[in-house]
């Protein structure tokens, strides 16, 4: 009786094991709701901020879009995931959009989400209204490539610091949402790179276009520009007032570094990066988001996106024509920008 028993607990605990691994294998392929999703409606006008440069932009690109094109994408993609609710499809289509407006503007970003990217994939299958879109808001193409999947573990130096970019752009134009973060796979994980931050102290705004930014699109449409001017002092500035802090060993809090609540945990993520250890950037960039999320039910956690359930950094290579600039590399996950 005993070795009975002991045979079906070894058979109990194996089938155990083998659901745990077939829901990781979903969850990595980015197939499992996360109900984040479906508790709130994406935001008005991509959630930009009223009076930003970049709200100019995101009516742009609503416009540019045909249409009945979101629900011609959307059929597609019901087809290979018939179960998905209408709020979790609204928020995919939803930062679709906020990556092609960040692509507009950028001279690459990558992608990390392979829900996005199947939606971003489907959008190609249109090909002449996709290509009359991107010129209409940027002026030429945003590229796409397939690229094999790959777990966030195994990111490389350059990937994370890609990442890093990735995620200060998106928090100074965007308010991180936890839908977004179960999207994206959590912000603000990794330092921006030394490198890049004393580039952005030293150099002045037309080389930093140039090597940070989408030099056609930024020049032909005045939006645009607008948008890479606002990023650029607005990193200038972050550094500057997180510099001050370091000279005069202070730890100050996310508030510190701009009282309208705008890109506070861009100005935190700058001087927690400035300290160059790792582990002090994770505790400190953990402690403002948990004192953030504490006045806020809104605020996307920087360990809160669950990275497995998005396949961030999974799903696709993309590449826009040209050189992929100094500020990010297009080769490793998938990354958009509008090519001349």
């Not at 659901?19 to 709130?40: A, E, H, M, P």
């Not at 290979?80 to 970003?109: H, T, Y």
């Not at 945003?142 to 200060?168: C, G, N, Y």
């Not at 202070?250 to 927690?272: K, N, Q």
Request: glycine content about 10%; aromatic content about 10%; some cysteine.
């Amino acid at each position: 009786m005993i070795g009975l028993l002991l045979v079906a607990a070894a058979v109990a605990g194996g089938a155990l094991l083998i659901n745990v691994i077939r829901k990781s294998s979903r969850t990595n392929q980015g197939l499992q709701i996360d109900r984040r999703l479906l508790r709130r409606t994406p935001p008005a006008a991509l959630g930009v901020r009223p009076g930003q440069p970049a709200e100019q932009a995101a009516v742009r690109l609503e416009s540019s879009l045909p249409p009945d094109m979101e629900a011609r994408v959307k059929d597609r993609v019901l087809k290979n995931r018939p179960g998905m609710k209408d709020r979790e499809w609204d928020w995919i289509w939803f930062e679709l959009k906020r990556f092609f407006l960040m692509s507009a503007v950028m001279r690459s970003v990558n992608m990390y989400s392979a829900r996005v990217d199947k939606a971003w994939h489907e959008f190609l299958m249109f090909s002449r209204e996709y290509q009359q879109f991107c010129e209409r808001f940027c002026g030429a193409m945003i590229h796409h490539a397939p690229h094999a999947p790959r777990s966030d573990a195994r990111l490389q130096t350059q990937e994370r610091e890609e990442r890093a970019w990735f995620d200060w752009v998106y928090g100074e134009l965007f308010e991180p949402d936890q839908a977004s973060g179960s999207i994206w796979g959590s912000f603000y994980r990794y330092p921006l790179p030394q490198a890049v931050i004393k580039e952005f102290e030293q150099a002045d705004h037309e080389t930093l276009k140039q090597s940070f930014f989408n030099p056609a699109a930024t020049a032909a449409f005045p939006d645009l520009q607008a948008v890479a001017d606002m990023l650029i002092d607005r990193m200038k500035r972050q550094i500057k007032e997180a510099k001050t802090h370091h000279e005069r060993g202070e730890r100050p809090g996310r508030e510190s570094f701009d009282p309208t609540g705008i890109g506070v945990l861009g100005g935190a993520m700058i001087f927690a990066s400035m300290a160059g250890d790792p582990h002090i950037y994770d505790e400190y960039m953990r402690d403002q988001q948990l004192n953030r999320q504490s006045g806020s039910s809104c605020g996307a956690s920087v360990y809160g996106g669950d990275d497995d359930k998005n396949g961030g950094g999974n799903g696709s290579s993309c590449s826009s024509d040209g050189d992929s600039g100094s500020g990010s590399s297009c080769g490793s996950s998938c990354s958009g920008g509008c090519s001349s």
